[in-house]
């Protein structure tokens, strides 16, 4: 049955889910939004506060309590423009930066281990594989057919 496999497919990506998650525990201290967060600054150093919100697909009142904690910890550093105190920008500090690299470097370790029981013939066809359900759900969520 067709939708059997397809309740049998959700609950395998489910489980993916979780064995991301349990990797990414004891991993470190910054949570893993941090992460992206950074990952972003990092990206688009002096990035306007409101547009790394819609980068980030996050509400903005959310985005400003992650960057207090953030800046708190020495990791950013906000900047307000002199000619409209409303913009400001995001900038990276050196703290930062090693942060972000320690974040790599634990995602390169965690995908290989997560993935390290598939050949390169396999990831790339299950690359193509969950790019194609992703690329296609987009769409659907946006109206196109």
């Known amino acids: ?32 939004g941090h992460g992206r967060i950074i990952g972003a600054i990092y990206k688009n150093d002096g990035i306007n506060q409101s547009e790394l919100a819609d980068v980030l697909e ?15 910890d020495g990791l950013i550093k906000r900047k307000r423009a002199e000619n409209d105190r409303r ?9 930062g930066m090693e942060r972000h690299d320690r974040f790599d470097e634990m995602r390169i ?6 993935f390290d029981c598939l050949d390169e013939r396999q990831k790339d ?16 969520e946006k109206g196109d057919k």
Request: hydrophobic share 30%; net charge positive.
């Open 109 to 114: 370790e965690r995908a290989n281990r997560i």
């Open 1 to 32: 049955m067709a939708q059997d496999r397809n309740i049998e497919l959700m609950n395998l990506i489910r489980s993916c889910e979780n064995i991301i998650k349990r990797t990414r525990q004891n991993s470190e201290q910054t949570s893993h």
């Open 58 to 72: 996050i509400r903005p009142q959310s985005l400003t309590r992650a960057l207090a904690q953030l800046e708190e």
């Open 87 to 95: 913009n400001v920008t995001v900038h990276i500090t050196e703290k």
């Open 125 to 140: 066809e299950l690359y193509q594989l969950l790019s194609q359900v992703v690329e296609t759900y987009c769409r659907k």
